[in-house]
């Protein structure tokens, strides 16, 4: 039986098992796409792929995620930046080029980093190296410059050796804000003063042109540098006061001469006064009721007197064994004289009257034991 074969015009065309497959159209062109129709294959240009798929063209960037970022590039930063690998979130990451932004990316990936250049700030006195929560753990450093506005603070560190590596502070040459001058060299009191803007003075210690001591001495003595040496003021400053406690002494040349307190009493030892006491006088040229002033009167005048008087107790507080002395003048015509209770007489009567234009003295201790003033002395006619 012979076989018979179906001519190629005779074979069923469309889109068919055993189908014959048939360009579909009339503008076929070289490098264009084919698509599947219901009678064959259809010539489609890129720009008619793109349209039936709903796409549209994209640059080697874009299709690399510049300006729409996909899995391997992030998306379109701008200027002067690099990609950097960041491990966390593990891809790559833009960072900035050093075009004046100033570095702000973390170098925590980083072993070591080689700078051949300064690295400067791009603004005076704001930018830090670290942060108040996150400290660099050591820095080496030929020099440091400060301004005259900066400090370097280590708070609540014993050691700076702990610190910074710098060892001990105080053998170092280095001392804390809270540390005292004990961690410095000895000063003398030219460099002292050398510090000191204000300085006057030289020797052990340099004051300031007023200084005001607000710590007062307790066991140590005030010594002068030498014997016989140093004043305690001077002619035309001298001090106002000088306090002494109880039992307190003056002393002269080692002991020779001392002026000792003890109980309202100052004792004269090893010398004598070679000067005269003056007394104390309290004077009055009359009055019908003379009263003498007891606190402040050694010797009571009355000049002239022109009336009869009774002398008064005298005033103040008088202290056993005190002496006081009363002159009596009358201005030409006797007056007549009386006396108090508390003056007291013995032996000898108090006088009554005066004598025309003579002079009379009496004399009188205070007696504590019996609160009275004895009249132990007269002389009259003079």
Known sequence: MATRYKLFSEKDKGIANNNVVVIDALDVADNEYARFTASGLESRSASEVLSDIGAAAATHAGQHGIGGADSVFPADPGADKYLMWDDDPGQLVWADGGGGGGADTALSNLASVAINTSLISDTDSTDDLGSSLKYWANAYIDKLYLDADSSIVAEDIDNWNTAYGWGNHASAGYAKKTDNLSVFAATTSSQLAGVISDETGSGALVFGTSPTFSTKITTPAIEASSN?????????????????????????????????????????????????????????????????????????????????????????????GQKLTIRIKDNGTARTLAWNSIYRAGDVALPTTTVVSKTMYLGFIYNGADSNWDFVAFVNNL
């Open 228 to 320: 016989d040496s140093g004043a305690i003021g001077a002619s035309g400053t001298a001090f106002s006061d000088l306090f002494l406690a109880s039992g307190g002494v003056i002393d002269f040349d080692a002991g020779d001469l001392t002026l000792t307190h003890s109980s309202n009493t100052l004792t004269l030892g090893g010398g004598s006064f070679v000067s005269r006491i003056t007394p104390r006088v309290g004077t009055t040229a009359s009055s019908s009721t003379p009263t003498p002033t007891g606190d402040d009167s050694d010797l009571y005048t009355i000049t002239a007197l022109a009336a009869n008087a009774t002398f008064a107790a005298p005033s103040g507080t008088p202290v056993n």
